[in-house]
């Protein structure tokens, strides 16, 4: 039973770097990949980026500039920090756990969730 | 505005059958796998289908997926009240290099 389990400062001022952390519990660390998901406040999902466990990362386009996700395989967890921080990132942030047992992208464990809100 | 198009919202009696589509491109529906989750208020999403097609693990066979060329669909039937939730579909974009989500749908069970 894998289990992520997420962590981070709520209220950040704008120009504030954000910075959450997932600890991952079970499992395969090093066998899958790690991504983060956020969610504004009656939105969708959207996706920011993933890594695994050499540190190969993608992230979505419009977050690659502020976004750099990295991975700490000796405590099994992995990190989010998002810099410049706007109103616009006021969101429910997730980790989640990309297993790659399809041939596509699945999400089958999330951590529990951070609502992160930005505001002077 | 999400990349992959899906209803806001769709509604259905109990015990009835409801699809929610997804439509996207072939930049990401279209070359890649399709994947649905199920998200109540205030929790995280739960992974339904991955693959297009395939349930994860513990979920009934009432649930199903398909695609076809640029959209894919997600299939419930013998629809309960506690089937009430929102829907997301998830794919790949070759493009972007980045997973995209669908905008989300409500279900309601009337």
């Known amino acids: 039973q894998v289990q992520l389990q997420q962590w981070g400062a709520g209220l950040l001022k704008p120009s504030e770097t954000l910075s959450l952390t997932c600890a991952v519990y079970?499992?395969?660390?090093?066998?899958?990949?790690w991504s983060w998901i956020r969610q504004p406040p009656g939105q969708g999902l959207e996706w920011i980026g993933e890594i695994n466990h050499s540190g190969s990362t993608n992230y979505y386009p419009s977050l690659k500039s502020r976004a750099t996700i990295s991975v700490d395989t000796s405590k099994n967890q992995f990190s989010l920090k998002l810099n410049s921080v706007t109103a616009a990132d006021t969101a429910v942030y997730f980790c989640?756990?990309?297993?790659?047992?399809?041939?596509?992208?699945?999400?089958?464990?999330w951590g529990q969730g951070t609502l992160i809100t930005v505001s002077s | 505005q999400s990349v992959l198009t899906q209803p806001p919202s769709v509604s259905a009696a109990p015990g009835q059958k409801v699809t929610i589509s997804c439509s996207g491109s072939?930049?990401?529906?279209?070359?890649?796998?399709v994947s649905w989750y199920q998200q109540f208020p205030g929790t995280a999403p739960k992974l339904l289908i991955y693959?297009?097609?395939k349930r994860h693990s513990g979920i009934p066979d009432r649930i199903s997926g398909s695609k076809s060329g640029t959209s894919a669909t997600l299939g419930i039937t013998g629809l309960q009240t506690g089937d009430e939730a929102d829907y997301y579909c998830?794919?790949?974009?070759?493009?972007?290099?980045?997973?995209?989500f669908g905008g989300g749908t409500k279900l309601t069970v009337l």
């Open positions: 079970g499992g395969s660390f090093n066998e899958d990949y």
């Open positions: 998830g794919s790949w974009d070759s493009s972007l290099t980045a997973v995209v």
């Open positions: 072939s930049s990401n529906i279209g070359n890649n796998y």
């Open positions: 693959d297009n097609n």
């Open positions: 989640a756990r990309d297993p790659r047992y399809g041939s596509g992208n699945e999400y089958d464990n």
